[in-house]
Every structure is written in C-alpha cells, then in structure tokens.
C-alpha cells in the first residue's frame, strides 16, 4: 500500500538553529509532493510542492525541500529556526495515478525562545 | 479569495447520537475532499466529490458515514449513530483542477468532533 513515513514526531530546537524533517514514501510511480504546516489553532497550510523541474524547491517563509526520486524522499529544510515556526508539520504524496493525497503522520516542531 | 468555510467548528455528543458537518467550498472549485484526523496522525482521505459525483468513497466507513454534495457546491457529511473512536477532527479541502496529476488542496479549519 502506499505510505508517507515522517521519521521524526517530536523536534525540540532552539532558535537560529538548522532544521531538517525527514519524508519518504513508497510508491514507484510519479507524485506530486507536499508540505503542509498547521499552527497551533490553525487550519493545515501549503508549505511547498514539488510537481517537476528543479528538485529543490523553495516555500514560504525561508523553508526549502529537496526531492530524491531515487531514495523517495522530500526532506524539509530550514536554516535557522524561528519561535515561530512552532508548528506540526505533515509531508503529503499524490500519487498521479490516484489523484489521492496521502499524509504521513506528522512532526511537531517546537522552537525554545 | 474566500477559503474554504466549515462549520460547526466544534461539537460534543454521545455516543450512538448523530452528528452532521458542512463545507463550503472555494468559489469554483470542482473537487471536494472530507479527511478525518486523529490525533497524533495525519489526515486521512473518507471520500472524494468531483463535482457532484463520488470518485472515491473506499475509506469511507458506509455503514455509518454519510456524505453527499448536493449541486456540486456545499458538502455535507453525516454520522449515524456516532462511536467512540469517531472523536477526531472532521476536514474539507478544495481542489481547483485534477490536471497534472491533483494540485494544490486547500484546507478548512476542520470540525473537532468529541464523542463521549
């Protein structure tokens, strides 16, 4: 079946420091890759997206991903942290074929001030 | 542009009751998803609307979940009788277009439904 496997549920930084989410997802076909964020007391928001071209692809708010076809992965990256990126994380596949986003579980991200 | 409305957006009930959610959708857009969210894990899809018609309703629990798109705008979905481990936050996302391959989905704030 396919699957979205987030590797890291809970990440506790300090501000300025580097951040990277981990993302894989089984399925041998072509996807469209996600990242969403909800705040807290916030609805789910796009991040970024991958669909083709460049692999490394820049999102709002310093946030980066790169996609990996060949280790079916779709990291997160974020040089230095903010209080403000406190936040829950979700990492989501389409694949093509299905037109059905799948999500993995989720990474809950908090920054100490 | 508006987003997409959901309501309510909280709602507590027994056991065995029913319970009914309802999504507006962004303004033209033909997709329609309903995602259930336990906590601690991410969205799961229920059912998929294109247009007024279901595409995939496989993950949708029939027995008890109910869920229709009357004129291919408003949504809504329904809960007849309500078990414990439905308690979970209820999600409407709005697709423009299927090209590519599905695009940007966008999301509602959710209903948090609490069954006691």
């Known amino acids: 079946a396919q699957s979205v496997s987030q590797h890291n549920h809970h990440v506790i930084l300090s501000e300025a420091a580097s951040l990277e989410l981990g993302c894989n997802y089984s399925y041998g076909g072509t996807v469209n890759l996600f990242w969403y964020v909800q705040y807290p007391g916030q609805h789910l928001q796009l991040l970024l997206k991958y669909f083709s071209g460049d692999p490394l692809v820049k999102g709002i708010k310093g946030f980066e991903a790169e996609f990996i076809k060949s280790k079916f992965s779709f990291n997160l990256r974020k040089p230095s942290v903010q209080w403000s990126d406190t936040a829950e994380y979700f990492c989501?596949?389409?694949?093509?074929?299905?037109?059905?986003?799948?999500f993995g579980s989720g990474t809950r991200l908090l920054v100490r001030p | 542009e508006a987003g997409v409305a959901q309501s309510p957006r909280y709602k507590i009930i027994e056991k065995r009751q029913s319970v009914a959610f309802w999504c507006n959708p962004i303004?033209?857009?033909?997709?329609l998803y309903w995602y259930q969210q336990i906590l601690g894990q991410g969205p799961k899809l229920l059912i998929q609307?294109?247009?007024?018609?279901?595409?995939?309703d496989s993950q949708l629990p029939k027995d008890r979940f109910s869920a229709e798109r009357l004129k291919g705008v408003d949504s809504t979905l329904k809960i007849q009788p309500a078990k414990l481990e439905d308690s979970a936050v209820y999600l409407c996302?709005?697709?423009?277009?299927?090209?590519?391959?599905?695009?940007?989905?966008?999301f509602g704030p959710g209903t948090r439904l609490t069954v006691l």
């Open positions: 996302a709005t697709l423009a277009s299927l090209a590519g391959g599905g695009g940007t989905q966008y």
């Open positions: 609307f294109q247009n007024n018609g279901v595409v995939d």
């Open positions: 303004s033209g857009h033909a997709t």
């Open positions: 989501a596949v389409i694949p093509v074929s299905s037109y059905k986003l799948i």
